[in-house]
Each structure stands twice: as C-alpha cells, then as structure tokens.
C-alpha cells in the first residue's frame, strides 16, 4: 500500500448527555470542498482521502468529488453518541452507496467501519457521553476488566456481516490502539495512534504487533492543531489544546498557507514510522507558503514514497 492521506470532515453531529446535536459543520458547500480536497491532492501530496460525516449525502457528494480528482476514497461513516442498532443501520446505508461508487471507480474506494467505538458509541462501555465512557473504559482496563473487547467484538462481527452483504469493496475499522478486535473480518488494520509524551519512545514499536496479521496496517489518524506551537509540542497529544479551543478551529478555511505550522509534526511522524531501509524525505520539498496553490503541473516535488506497511495519516 502505497498511500498518503489526510482525513476531510464533511460534517459530523456530536451528541452529548443532554441530547442536542452540535455539528461540526453546519453547511457544506460543494465548490469549497473540492477546492479544500484539490489542495490537499496538489500541496499536501495525497493520493487518498478519508471522509467522515453524519450526514449521507454529503458523504456521498464530497466523495464523488474526492473520486473525480483522481482520490481513493476512505467512506467513513462517523455518529457519535449514538445507539448501537441506528450506528449499524448507518454503516449499512453507507455500504449500499459505496458498492455504488465501487462500481463505479474500481480499486478506489474503501469503507471504514467506525472509528474508536468503545468511546464513540454506547453500549460498550457505560457511560452517558464521551468523557463519561472514556473515564470508565480506562478505569476498567487499569483493573484488569477487558470485557468491553467482548462487546466491540459482538458489534463488529454483526456490523461486518451486514455490509459485506452489500458492498463487495475493502473494509476497515479506525480502531484505538488498546481495543483488542478480530482483524480476521478486515482487509486493512486501521489503528488511531496518537503521540504522547509517555509514549514517545516506543510510539512505532506500539505498531508493530498489528503488523504480524500479514494485512496492510494504516494509521488512520494522529492529528495536528491548525494554528503553530512550539517545535517541542509538535505532534504531541499531551500538548493539544482544550476543547473548547478545539472548536475556535472546526471552521477554519483549508488554504495553502493553512498547513506550515504542521510541517514539523508530519517531518517528526515521518521520521518515527519510516524503517531503516526506507529514502529520507526530499529535502527539496517544502511545505506549501502563503501563496495561492499552484497547478497539479507547476507543484512542488513530491517527496519519496515510504514503503513502510505502517502508512501514516494526517
């Protein structure tokens, strides 16, 4: 596998215990997100894209874009706070439109399965919303009590079985690094896997038993702030801002200038996933400036390939 992605956001409702929605993208204009998708093809040097949302028509039209700029594209159905049977009824339907568009782009298109459910998702773990589930999913694996893997198990395996019947396609799941799932139903391990100060030495060595399965294994995530920190916090989970500052950024405008400040996190990932064996980064190449991004033909060299399984997403 040979990919180099960022994830697109196409607009996704977080629920909480209270019940209201709050989504991260209120409108979708079209013209804007092939736009925001040419510049991550033609600045940022993707050849795929994931695209996560609630909402399935936008899911769909974005990722027909995605698909006509010449993307593979990663279909992510994302609800948070939702219940178990009307998650699986989404990742149904979603599965239904991408056999469409399988059929349609052959080898292009791949349907994640989820995203980090024991948090995301009820019925895993108790709790009545994210920070309620997070605190007991890791209260509970401090103690020794894994049963939440039975039940993520029990979902997926149902889940898996119900889109397989209708799309024909690679599946994945953008599992976190501790959630213990059956590989066996997947074609590509997904794993989010977030740098942390207490895990800074040992972050690619974390990878490496998924690595064992035989499959392609892909970081599907390991994130970056949208404004610059300090070279020291680059990269670093423990550095992120709060949430609330976190949201100051859900709206921000992609443009070429949008992405300088996190040159030294993808410069510090590289670094840490590429084998021995592999080419170091043209130094020739360097992130897009202020200026407006070029055409596909007057860009930037792209920097070499990495043949690590271990591929890493933005």
């Not at 209708?166 to 059956?182: C, F, H, K, M, Q």
Request: proline share 8%.
């Amino acid at each position: 596998m040979r990919r180099r992605g960022v994830i697109y956001d196409t607009g996704t409702v977080f629920y909480g215990s209270g019940g209201g929605g709050i989504p991260t993208r209120p409108k979708l204009d079209l013209a804007i997100a092939e736009r925001e998708l040419q510049i991550a093809r033609d600045d940022l040097h993707c050849n795929a894209v994931r695209l996560a949302g609630s909402y399935p028509d936008r899911l769909v039209r974005v990722t027909e874009c995605a698909l006509a700029l010449g993307l593979e594209a990663w279909l992510s159905p994302t609800l948070f706070g939702r219940p178990p049977d009307q998650t699986l009824r989404s990742f149904v339907a979603a599965a239904e439109q991408a056999e469409r568009l399988r059929q349609q782009q052959p080898d292009r298109v791949v349907l994640v399965l989820g995203s980090e459910l024991t948090l995301m998702m009820p019925g895993i773990v108790p709790g009545r919303d994210f920070a309620d589930r997070t605190r007991e999913a890791f209260t509970r694996i401090k103690a020794g009590d894994h049963s939440a893997n039975d039940r993520l198990d029990e979902f997926l395996g149902r889940a898996s079985a119900a889109v397989r019947a209708v799309y024909r396609g690679p599946l994945t799941y953008a599992s976190l690094i501790w959630e213990d799932v059956n590989w066996d139903r997947f074609d590509i391990i997904g794993v989010d896997h977030y740098r942390d100060a207490r895990i800074k030495d040992r972050y690619t060595a974390m990878l490496e038993p998924l690595l064992a399965h035989g499959k392609p294994v892909v970081n599907t995530e390991f994130g970056m702030r949208t404004y610059q920190v300090p070279r020291a916090e680059a990269g670093s989970s423990a550095s992120a801002s709060p949430i609330s500052k976190r949201w100051a950024c859900i709206n921000c405008r992609l443009s070429a200038g949008s992405f300088v400040s996190a040159s030294t996190a993808t410069t510090y990932e590289t670094r840490r996933c590429r084998p021995a064996s592999s080419p170091k980064p043209s130094r020739s190449w360097k992130p897009p400036g202020s200026t407006a991004p070029s055409s596909p033909s007057s860009s930037p060299p792209r920097p070499p390939r990495t043949t690590n399984p271990a591929m890493t997403w933005t």
